[in-house]
C-alpha cells in the first residue's frame, strides 16, 4: 500500500479513481460492484510496480475475486456497502495525496472491517 502511494503514476490515480466512480455507481444501482471492487485491489497493486506484488496478485486474481464476491454479497444483506465504498474512497485519497503512512494504515483499518465482520457473522 505504502509503495502504491510512492509510485503510483497519474494514469494510476486516474485509473483508481474510476474504479471508485464504478464501485459507487454499482453501490447506488443496487449491485455490490464485486467486479469493480477485485480492479480496485488489481490497480493498486500495479501501482506499487513491485513485480512480486503484481506477480501474486495476478496469480491470486480467482481466489481475491471469489474472496471479495463473497464477502461482498454478505456485507450487502447487513447493509454495510456503503462503508466499503468509504474505505476505499479514503484508501484512494491516500494513495492520491502520495500518503504512503495513511494509506497503509486505511488499507490495514479495511482489511480489519472486513475480517471483523466476518468473524461476526459466522460466530
Not at 2 to 14: E, F, H, M, V
Not at 52 to 70: E, P, V
Not at 104 to 109: G, I, P, R, S
Request: charged share 25%; proline share 2%; hydrophobic share 45%.
Amino acid at each position: 500500500m505504502a509503495l502504491a502511494a510512492q509510485r503510483a503514476t497519474d494514469d494510476d490515480i486516474r485509473k483508481l479513481e474510476k474504479c471508485i466512480q464504478d464501485i459507487m455507481a454499482k453501490i447506488e444501482a443496487g449491485d455490490a460492484g464485486s467486479d469493480e471492487d477485485t480492479a480496485f485491489h488489481m490497480g493498486i497493486a500495479y501501482a506499487t510496480k513491485n513485480s512480486a506484488q503484481i506477480y501474486l496478485m495476478k496469480s491470486f486474481y480467482d481466489l481475491l475475486f471469489y474472496g471479495i464476491r463473497q464477502n461482498l454479497f454478505y456485507l450487502a444483506e447487513a447493509g454495510n456497502l456503503p462503508v466499503v465504498a468509504r474505505q476505499h474512497a479514503e484508501i484512494f485519497e491516500c494513495i492520491a495525496r502520495r500518503d504512503p503512512e495513511r494509506a497503509k494504515k486505511a488499507m490495514a483499518d479495511h482489511i480489519q472491517y472486513v475480517i471483523d465482520f466476518c468473524i461476526k457473522q459466522h460466530l
